[in-house]
Protein backbone atom coordinates (compact mmCIF):
# COMPACT_ATOMS: atom_id res chain seq x y z
CA UNK A 1 0.00 0.00 0.00
CA UNK A 2 1.60 3.68 -0.83
CA UNK A 3 2.17 6.07 1.83
CA UNK A 4 -0.69 8.89 2.24
CA UNK A 5 0.02 9.97 5.20
CA UNK A 6 3.07 11.72 6.67
CA UNK A 7 3.63 12.04 10.39
CA UNK A 8 6.67 14.51 10.95
CA UNK A 9 8.08 15.51 14.28
CA UNK A 10 11.25 17.65 15.44
CA UNK A 11 12.65 17.80 18.77
CA UNK A 12 15.61 18.95 20.41
CA UNK A 13 16.49 17.43 24.25
CA UNK A 14 13.05 16.34 24.69
CA UNK A 15 13.32 13.13 24.90
CA UNK A 16 10.30 12.49 27.47
CA UNK A 17 7.78 14.65 25.81
CA UNK A 18 8.75 12.60 22.36
CA UNK A 19 8.30 9.48 23.96
CA UNK A 20 5.27 10.50 25.33
CA UNK A 21 3.81 11.56 22.36
CA UNK A 22 4.98 8.73 20.21
CA UNK A 23 3.37 6.41 22.73
CA UNK A 24 -0.62 8.11 21.28
CA UNK A 25 0.59 7.94 18.35
CA UNK A 26 0.52 4.05 18.25
CA UNK A 27 -2.53 3.00 16.43
CA UNK A 28 -1.89 5.74 13.54
CA UNK A 29 1.77 4.47 13.42
CA UNK A 30 0.68 0.68 13.13
CA UNK A 31 -1.26 1.60 9.43
CA UNK A 32 0.43 1.06 5.88
CA UNK A 33 -0.73 4.06 4.55
CA UNK A 34 1.49 5.84 7.44
CA UNK A 35 4.72 6.79 7.92
CA UNK A 36 6.54 8.83 10.75
CA UNK A 37 9.88 10.72 10.35
CA UNK A 38 11.42 12.29 12.77
CA UNK A 39 14.18 15.37 13.05
CA UNK A 40 16.86 14.86 16.21
CA UNK A 41 17.53 18.74 15.92
CA UNK A 42 21.30 18.24 17.64
CA UNK A 43 20.28 16.70 20.93
CA UNK A 44 22.27 15.60 23.43
CA UNK A 45 20.09 13.67 25.53
CA UNK A 46 20.53 10.62 23.72
CA UNK A 47 17.16 11.35 21.82
CA UNK A 48 18.45 9.37 18.71
CA UNK A 49 19.39 6.20 20.37
CA UNK A 50 15.75 5.78 22.61
CA UNK A 51 13.50 6.27 19.34
CA UNK A 52 15.81 4.19 17.49
CA UNK A 53 15.33 1.05 20.16
CA UNK A 54 11.61 1.90 21.26
CA UNK A 55 10.19 2.66 17.49
CA UNK A 56 12.24 0.80 14.97
CA UNK A 57 9.78 1.57 12.17
CA UNK A 58 10.06 5.18 12.35
CA UNK A 59 12.49 6.94 10.10
CA UNK A 60 15.00 9.03 11.79
CA UNK A 61 16.94 11.98 10.83
CA UNK A 62 20.18 12.86 13.33
CA UNK A 63 21.17 16.90 12.85
CA UNK A 64 24.44 16.41 14.28
CA UNK A 65 24.31 20.37 15.28
CA UNK A 66 21.22 21.84 15.26
CA UNK A 67 20.38 23.75 12.55
CA UNK A 68 16.62 25.02 14.12
CA UNK A 69 13.05 24.35 14.20
CA UNK A 70 12.48 25.60 10.81
CA UNK A 71 15.28 24.27 8.79
CA UNK A 72 14.45 20.65 10.39
CA UNK A 73 10.79 20.95 9.44
CA UNK A 74 12.01 21.82 5.66
CA UNK A 75 14.27 18.46 5.94
CA UNK A 76 11.21 16.73 7.02
CA UNK A 77 8.89 18.21 4.36
CA UNK A 78 11.48 17.09 1.86
CA UNK A 79 11.58 13.63 2.84
CA UNK A 80 7.43 13.25 2.79
CA UNK A 81 6.46 10.31 0.75
CA UNK A 82 2.72 10.87 1.69
CA UNK A 83 0.04 13.15 -0.46
CA UNK A 84 -1.00 14.65 3.30
CA UNK A 85 1.77 15.93 5.89
CA UNK A 86 0.55 15.96 9.45
CA UNK A 87 3.07 18.32 11.83
CA UNK A 88 3.30 18.12 16.02
CA UNK A 89 5.31 19.34 18.27
CA UNK A 90 7.09 17.07 20.57
CA UNK A 91 4.69 17.90 23.19
CA UNK A 92 1.41 17.80 20.86
CA UNK A 93 -0.98 14.87 20.78
CA UNK A 94 -3.98 14.03 19.60
CA UNK A 95 -7.46 13.92 21.31
CA UNK A 96 -10.12 13.64 18.37
CA UNK A 97 -10.72 10.08 17.11
CA UNK A 98 -10.12 9.32 13.28
CA UNK A 99 -8.07 12.53 12.74
CA UNK A 100 -6.69 11.45 9.34
CA UNK A 101 -10.05 10.28 7.96
CA UNK A 102 -10.73 13.87 8.90
CA UNK A 103 -8.02 15.32 7.36
CA UNK A 104 -8.10 12.98 4.21
CA UNK A 105 -12.03 13.86 3.66
CA UNK A 106 -11.28 18.23 4.36
CA UNK A 107 -8.72 18.01 1.29
CA UNK A 108 -10.66 15.66 -0.73
CA UNK A 109 -14.06 17.90 0.21
CA UNK A 110 -12.31 21.29 -1.05
CA UNK A 111 -9.90 20.81 -3.45
CA UNK A 112 -8.06 23.61 -3.13
CA UNK A 113 -7.05 23.46 0.92
CA UNK A 114 -3.83 23.91 0.86
CA UNK A 115 -3.21 23.57 4.71
CA UNK A 116 -5.89 22.24 7.89
CA UNK A 117 -5.63 24.27 10.63
CA UNK A 118 -6.53 21.53 14.04
CA UNK A 119 -8.54 23.24 17.20
CA UNK A 120 -5.61 23.37 19.98
CA UNK A 121 -6.22 22.79 23.85
CA UNK A 122 -2.65 24.60 25.09
CA UNK A 123 -2.27 23.03 28.86
CA UNK A 124 -0.29 20.13 30.72
CA UNK A 125 -3.57 18.35 32.17
CA UNK A 126 -6.02 17.48 29.59
CA UNK A 127 -9.53 19.12 29.15
CA UNK A 128 -12.63 18.23 31.19
CA UNK A 129 -14.58 17.84 28.09
CA UNK A 130 -13.27 18.01 24.31
CA UNK A 131 -17.12 18.90 22.42
CA UNK A 132 -16.99 22.19 20.34
CA UNK A 133 -19.90 24.11 18.89
CA UNK A 134 -17.11 25.59 16.34
CA UNK A 135 -17.32 24.92 12.90
CA UNK A 136 -15.08 24.31 9.70
CA UNK A 137 -13.99 27.76 8.18
CA UNK A 138 -11.78 29.36 6.12
CA UNK A 139 -8.99 31.52 8.07
CA UNK A 140 -5.97 33.00 7.80
CA UNK A 141 -3.33 30.78 8.65
CA UNK A 142 -2.33 27.63 11.08
CA UNK A 143 -0.21 27.12 14.17
CA UNK A 144 3.03 25.34 14.05
CA UNK A 145 2.45 22.84 16.54
CA UNK A 146 -0.26 21.22 14.75
CA UNK A 147 -1.46 21.43 10.91
CA UNK A 148 -1.63 19.08 8.00
CA UNK A 149 -0.55 19.86 4.75
CA UNK A 150 -1.62 19.07 1.18
CA UNK A 151 1.67 18.73 -0.16
CA UNK A 152 1.05 19.96 -3.94
CA UNK A 153 0.45 23.30 -1.87
CA UNK A 154 3.75 23.23 0.22
CA UNK A 155 5.35 21.97 -3.61
CA UNK A 156 4.07 25.26 -4.64
CA UNK A 157 5.49 28.04 -2.75
CA UNK A 158 8.89 28.71 -0.94
CA UNK A 159 10.05 26.81 1.58
CA UNK A 160 9.71 28.20 5.26
CA UNK A 161 12.38 30.79 5.76
CA UNK A 162 15.10 29.71 8.16
CA UNK A 163 16.52 33.21 9.07
CA UNK A 164 13.00 33.60 10.89
CA UNK A 165 14.65 31.13 13.03
CA UNK A 166 11.24 30.64 15.26
CA UNK A 167 8.19 32.29 14.86
CA UNK A 168 6.55 33.46 11.83
CA UNK A 169 7.44 31.02 9.45
CA UNK A 170 3.43 29.53 9.66
CA UNK A 171 2.62 32.87 8.19
CA UNK A 172 5.04 33.37 5.56
CA UNK A 173 3.93 30.28 4.05
CA UNK A 174 0.15 31.29 4.57
CA UNK A 175 1.11 34.59 2.81
CA UNK A 176 2.21 33.00 -0.42
CA UNK A 177 -0.56 30.15 -0.36
CA UNK A 178 -2.92 32.93 -0.63
CA UNK A 179 -1.40 34.73 -3.87
CA UNK A 180 -1.63 31.10 -5.04
CA UNK A 181 -4.98 30.64 -4.18
CA UNK A 182 -4.72 27.47 -1.74
CA UNK A 183 -7.01 27.84 1.34
CA UNK A 184 -6.01 27.11 4.61
CA UNK A 185 -9.42 25.45 6.44
CA UNK A 186 -9.55 25.27 10.04
CA UNK A 187 -11.34 22.20 11.20
CA UNK A 188 -11.74 21.52 15.14
CA UNK A 189 -13.06 18.28 14.73
CA UNK A 190 -9.57 17.56 14.68
CA UNK A 191 -8.46 18.52 18.62
CA UNK A 192 -4.96 18.55 19.75
CA UNK A 193 -3.43 18.82 23.28
CA UNK A 194 -0.31 21.15 23.10
CA UNK A 195 1.51 19.95 26.64
CA UNK A 196 2.32 23.63 27.39
CA UNK A 197 1.39 26.30 30.46
CA UNK A 198 1.70 29.57 28.56
CA UNK A 199 1.34 31.56 31.82
CA UNK A 200 4.46 30.03 33.16
CA UNK A 201 6.31 30.89 30.02
CA UNK A 202 6.78 34.68 31.13
CA UNK A 203 8.75 33.57 33.98
CA UNK A 204 11.35 31.19 31.49
CA UNK A 205 14.73 32.28 30.93
CA UNK A 206 14.18 32.35 27.15
CA UNK A 207 11.63 34.76 27.56
CA UNK A 208 13.07 37.71 26.34
CA UNK A 209 14.25 36.17 23.14
CA UNK A 210 11.26 34.40 22.32
CA UNK A 211 9.39 37.91 22.38
CA UNK A 212 12.17 39.38 20.61
CA UNK A 213 11.71 36.50 17.70
CA UNK A 214 7.84 36.62 17.64
CA UNK A 215 8.14 40.53 17.03
CA UNK A 216 10.68 40.86 14.56
CA UNK A 217 8.99 37.94 12.67
CA UNK A 218 5.75 40.17 12.93
CA UNK A 219 7.67 42.97 11.73
CA UNK A 220 9.58 40.79 8.79
CA UNK A 221 6.02 39.74 7.54
CA UNK A 222 4.47 43.61 7.56
CA UNK A 223 7.86 44.60 5.16
CA UNK A 224 7.77 41.27 3.01
CA UNK A 225 4.17 41.24 1.94
CA UNK A 226 2.03 44.49 3.39
CA UNK A 227 1.58 47.08 0.63
CA UNK A 228 4.12 50.16 1.53
CA UNK A 229 1.40 52.50 2.24
CA UNK A 230 0.16 50.41 4.56
CA UNK A 231 3.19 49.39 6.84
CA UNK A 232 4.36 53.01 8.60
CA UNK A 233 0.92 53.08 10.58
CA UNK A 234 0.68 49.15 11.30
CA UNK A 235 4.00 49.37 12.06
CA UNK A 236 3.71 52.58 14.61
CA UNK A 237 0.54 50.54 15.59
CA UNK A 238 2.53 47.83 16.96
CA UNK A 239 5.61 49.59 18.27
CA UNK A 240 2.96 51.46 20.45
CA UNK A 241 1.52 48.88 21.70
CA UNK A 242 4.35 46.95 23.11
CA UNK A 243 5.33 50.08 24.82
CA UNK A 244 2.77 50.10 26.72
CA UNK A 245 2.24 46.81 27.45
CA UNK A 246 6.14 46.18 28.05
CA UNK A 247 7.85 49.26 29.07
CA UNK A 248 5.39 51.15 30.59
CA UNK A 249 4.70 48.04 33.01
CA UNK A 250 7.91 47.68 34.07
CA UNK A 251 9.21 45.15 31.82
CA UNK A 252 12.67 45.57 31.36
CA UNK A 253 13.36 42.50 29.50
CA UNK A 254 10.48 42.49 27.49
CA UNK A 255 11.69 46.07 26.97
CA UNK A 256 15.23 44.74 25.52
CA UNK A 257 13.26 42.39 22.97
CA UNK A 258 11.72 45.36 21.66
CA UNK A 259 14.76 47.30 20.73
CA UNK A 260 16.79 44.23 19.70
CA UNK A 261 13.58 43.04 17.36
CA UNK A 262 13.71 46.72 15.79
CA UNK A 263 17.55 46.65 15.62
CA UNK A 264 16.88 43.00 13.99
CA UNK A 265 14.87 45.00 10.77
CA UNK A 266 17.37 46.90 9.99
CA UNK A 267 20.26 43.27 10.52
CA UNK A 268 17.75 41.58 8.08
CA UNK A 269 16.99 44.26 5.88
CA UNK A 270 19.07 42.54 2.98
CA UNK A 271 16.97 39.40 3.20
CA UNK A 272 13.81 41.21 3.43
CA UNK A 273 14.46 42.84 0.24
CA UNK A 274 15.22 39.08 -1.61
CA UNK A 275 12.24 37.68 -0.47
CA UNK A 276 9.49 40.38 -0.86
CA UNK A 277 6.18 39.49 -2.54
CA UNK A 278 4.11 42.38 -2.15
CA UNK A 279 0.22 41.37 -1.61
CA UNK A 280 -1.74 43.85 -4.33
CA UNK A 281 -4.07 46.13 -2.76
CA UNK A 282 -6.86 44.20 -3.57
CA UNK A 283 -5.34 41.09 -2.25
CA UNK A 284 -4.39 42.57 0.74
CA UNK A 285 -8.08 43.91 1.14
CA UNK A 286 -9.25 40.37 0.74
CA UNK A 287 -6.98 38.71 3.25
CA UNK A 288 -7.45 41.04 6.23
CA UNK A 289 -11.10 39.97 6.04
CA UNK A 290 -10.40 36.54 7.05
CA UNK A 291 -10.79 35.51 10.44
CA UNK A 292 -8.24 35.64 12.24
CA UNK A 293 -6.31 32.35 13.00
CA UNK A 294 -7.46 30.36 16.26
CA UNK A 295 -4.79 29.55 18.64
CA UNK A 296 -6.12 29.07 21.91
CA UNK A 297 -9.62 26.60 22.34
CA UNK A 298 -11.00 27.34 25.52
CA UNK A 299 -13.58 24.20 26.48
CA UNK A 300 -15.78 26.23 27.76
CA UNK A 301 -16.46 26.78 23.44
Sequence with gaps: MSIRFSILITTHNRCSELLYTLSTLSLLLNREDVECIVCDDGSSDDTFNLVQQLHPTIKLIHNLRSIGLIGSRNKLLAMARGQYSISLDDDAHFLSEHPLEHIEQTFQTIPDCGVIAFRIYWGKAAPLHTK????PERVKGFVGCGHAWNMEAWRSIPEY???FVFYGEEDFAAYHLFKKKWQIRYVPNILIQHRVNVTE???QSDYRIRLRRSLRAG???MLLFFPWNTIPRRWMHSFLTQLKKRTFNGDFPGTIAILQAM???VIYLPKIITHTSKLTPQ???HYTKLKDTPIYWNPAQ
Design 219 to 221: WFL
Design 132 to 135: TNEL
Design 283 to 285: EFE
Design 201 to 203: RKH
Design 161 to 163: PTW
Design 263 to 265: ADM
